[in-house]
Nanobody, 124 residues
Framework: VQLQASGGGLVQAGGSLRLSCAAS????????MAWFRQAPGKEREFVSA????????NYADSVKGRFTISRDNAKNTVYLQMNSLKPEDTAVYYC??????????????????WGQGTQVTVSS
């Protein structure tokens, strides 16, 4: 499966952005999807994940209450609505997918496919 992330940009603190990740290739509906992010000089970290049937959703503590993950299986797309953005949210955001039930949804090694990343910059 190929993943294409978009929607990043420059926004002031307190603002909002919505990221999209469009999937193509194999059957998308069965895939567990996630968003990770990587700031300069830091390791890639988990942001949020969503199961294929939307029954399971989880968030990193740092974004809980501000970010919302969703998916539209008809459009083969997963979204990340980001509100109340902070400068510390600045990073390259990556979408990821796996066709297996992840052993650990927050770990990068659980995912087999990755998008190219989209830059999010939050100014103070």
């Amino acid at each position: 499966v190929q993943l294409q992330a978009s929607g990043g940009g420059l926004v002031q603190a307190g603002g909002s952005l919505r990221l999209s990740c469009a999937a193509s290739g194999r059957t998308y509906n069965n895939y567990y999807m996630a968003w990770f992010r990587q700031a300069p000089g830091k390791e890639r970290e988990f942001v949020s994940a969503i199961s294929w049937n939307i029954a399971n959703i989880n968030y990193a503590d740092s974004v809980k209450g501000r970010f919302t993950i969703s998916r539209d299986n008809a459009k083969n797309t997963v979204y990340l609505q980001m509100n109340s953005l902070k400068p510390e949210d600045t990073a390259v955001y990556y979408c990821a997918a796996t066709g297996q039930l992840p052993r650990a949804t927050t770990m990068t090694w659980s995912y087999d496919y990755w998008g190219q990343g989209t830059q999010v910059t939050v100014s103070s």
